[in-house]
């Protein structure tokens, strides 16, 4: 679907476009305003995005973080991106949500835990930073 909406294919309420992204709001929004920035060639994952396109996809993330917030009133905004698990269309897209305080918006946040102790901090930072150097 997305895929086609790049394309100009099928109709989409488009804020934004230029030759490598496109931004259109949200046909289910969690507030007016909520925007998908995606980038035009397809990319399911955000592991999947060229290196080529992180700079004008994650540019053009923050142009919109400040429209939005701006066009809305907003005090602020949300930006999240689903990589596989969540992700309703498997076309990488990044949610720009307008937020102000006490908007109600709980659902969309998981569950908090804690690390069981330092140790713990220490065994995830070790794998993580053994990933990293992989």
């Known amino acids: 679907m ?13 804020v934004y476009r230029d030759e490598r992204v496109l931004a259109f709001l949200d046909h289910r929004p969690l507030f ?3 925007t998908l920035l995606i980038p035009r060639d397809h990319h399911q994952t955000l592991a999947d995005l060229p290196d080529a396109l992180l700079e004008p996809l994650f540019s053009a993330t923050r142009t919109l973080a400040r429209a939005v917030q701006h066009a809305m009133g907003a005090q602020g905004s949300f930006v999240a991106m689903n990589n596989v698990v969540s992700q309703s269309v498997p076309h990488l897209h990044v949610h720009i949500v307008p ?29 993580i930073a053994e990933a990293l150097a992989d």
């Open 2 to 14: 997305f895929c086609s909406i790049a394309r100009d294919e099928l109709a989409a309420p488009v």
């Open 99 to 127: 937020r102000r305080s006490k908007d109600g918006l709980r659902g969309f946040f998981w569950p908090r835990t804690k690390y069981a102790n330092d140790a713990h901090v220490e065994q995830v930072r070790a794998a």
């Open 32 to 34: 007016p305003g909520h």
